[in-house]
């Protein structure tokens, strides 16, 4: 099984929510003075994690959070990854990386191997398919997965990814059918690819045509909750409530500042079960 198949069956048993462990200090309830601040956020994220598990589909860790703490960021962020992947969800490092050539093959062994090794990372394509070619042999013969910046959830979108093309085609779908074409060589048991791509549910608008256009592509969706993406939108881009994870950080991080009086790992428990209740509602709409 590849880790694409892997992601199907966990949302299939867990439902479709990304807990994304993008960590800032500030985001605690509270630190212990005698601890650094990578500690604190390890010890903050082992209880979220623990308190999790049954109801979140994968975790995904943004690394940038953790870089910015220098080498204690860098040991919180490996010991975060290996708190995660032992529960045995699929894990997510995104990390975007977009170079080519051996860096790209060097970045490939950091994070599908080693003290960051992740199941799954997210790439940028705007140097060509020759930095995201790097990636694979990875995916042959390992079974990782990659999600590809395609359609974001940020407003600056418009700017390159809406681009029209003479063809005819938005900048976007020419990532996206250039990665589909790609991907139809590394197919899983579930009728997805190892190559997926990152698809902003801030809106509905074009959901229909992108779901239609990639059957079998596995999307990561960013945009809910504090970007301002509705579940009605969101299971749009699902395919019959699965085909897809909902990324949400600071709206599970800090689901604690919303519930008085309940502890942070029970609130962000909370909130995705709320959070999973509300996007399957609306793919049993569809």
């Not at 601890?35 to 979220?48: M, Y």
């Not at 997965?145 to 020419?174: H, I, K, W």
């Not at 019959?240 to 919303?258: D, E, F, P, T, Y």
Request: include cysteine.
């Amino acid at each position: 099984m590849t880790n694409m198949d892997k992601l199907y069956d966990s949302v299939a048993k867990n439902g479709p929510v990304c807990v994304g462990l993008d960590t800032e200090l500030s985001y605690l309830p509270e630190t212990d003075t005698a601890l650094t601040a990578g500690e604190n956020i390890v010890a903050f994220n082992r209880r979220l994690i623990d308190a999790t598990k049954g109801v979140a589909g994968c975790y995904k860790v943004q690394v940038a959070y953790y870089e910015s703490l220098g080498m204690d960021g860098m040991l919180a962020y490996q010991q975060t990854l290996k708190l995660a992947r032992a529960t045995g969800l699929p894990v997510i490092a995104d990390i975007k990386r977009g170079d080519i050539a051996k860096t790209a093959e060097m970045y490939a062994k950091a994070h599908f191997t080693g003290d960051f090794e992740a199941d799954i990372i997210t790439l940028a394509p705007y140097m060509g398919l020759d930095s995201i070619s790097p990636y694979l042999p990875y995916c042959k013969d390992q079974g990782k997965g990659v999600f590809v910046l395609c359609r974001t959830s940020n407003p600056g979108r418009v700017d390159f990814e809406y681009q029209s093309l003479a063809d005819g085609r938005t900048v976007y779908t020419m990532v996206g059918d250039a990665m589909t074409k790609l991907g139809a060589d590394y197919m899983g048991e579930r009728g997805y690819s190892s190559i997926g791509l990152v698809i902003g549910g801030t809106t509905g608008e074009e959901a229909a045509e992108i779901r239609a256009r990639y059957p079998d592509t596995f999307f990561l969706i960013p945009g809910y909750g504090a970007q301002g993406g509705k579940a009605a939108d969101i299971a749009l881009y699902m395919k019959q409530g699965n085909g897809g994870v909902v990324n949400s950080s600071r709206g599970i991080l800090l689901a604690w500042k919303k519930q008085p009086g309940v502890a942070f790992d029970e609130a962000a428990y909370n909130e995705c079960v709320r959070m999973r209740e509300d996007i399957q509602s609306e793919c049993n709409k569809l």
